[in-house]
């Protein structure tokens, strides 16, 4: 059975960082890209980052761009995700997803599997 599990999120203030974890289990991870999501409260879930098998390749949405940093580590079953200089905005619940196949690794339709988020939450 595949379990994704998140953890790292929590409280901070405007400027600090926080770093978030995928553990995963019941999939070989190099086998699958992998993404974090997020959705603010009364708002659709939307593509926050992504990196491709090996980790060589990583996509951004504009606004993580040059903030976060996903990461992954395929011996450990990991995935990070590194938030910097987080904003009121960045407010959300964070959710890590697998994507097996070649779709478009910013659409949700693309991905497998789901973790159950962790809450971040920015005051300002």
């Known amino acids: 059975q595949v379990h994704l599990v998140e953890s790292g999120g929590g409280s901070v203030q405007a400027g600090g960082s926080l770093r978030l974890s995928c553990a995963v289990s019941?999939?070989?991870?190099?086998?699958?890209?992998m993404g974090w999501f997020r959705q603010a409260p009364g708002r659709e879930r939307d593509f926050v980052t992504g990196?491709?098998?090996?980790?060589?390749?990583?996509y951004y949405s504009e606004s993580a761009q040059r903030r976060f940093a996903i990461s992954r580590d395929n011996d450990k079953n990991l995935v990070y995700l590194q938030m910097n200089s987080l904003k009121p905005e960045d407010t959300a619940v964070y959710y890590c997803?697998?994507?097996?196949?070649?779709?478009?690794?910013?659409?949700?339709?693309?991905?497998?599997?789901w973790g159950q988020g962790t809450r971040v939450t920015v005051s300002s």
């Open positions: 990196i491709n098998w090996s980790g060589t390749y990583t």
């Open positions: 997803a697998a994507a097996s196949g070649f779709g478009n690794i910013k659409s949700m339709a693309t991905y497998n599997f």
């Open positions: 019941g999939l070989k991870m190099d086998h699958y890209r």
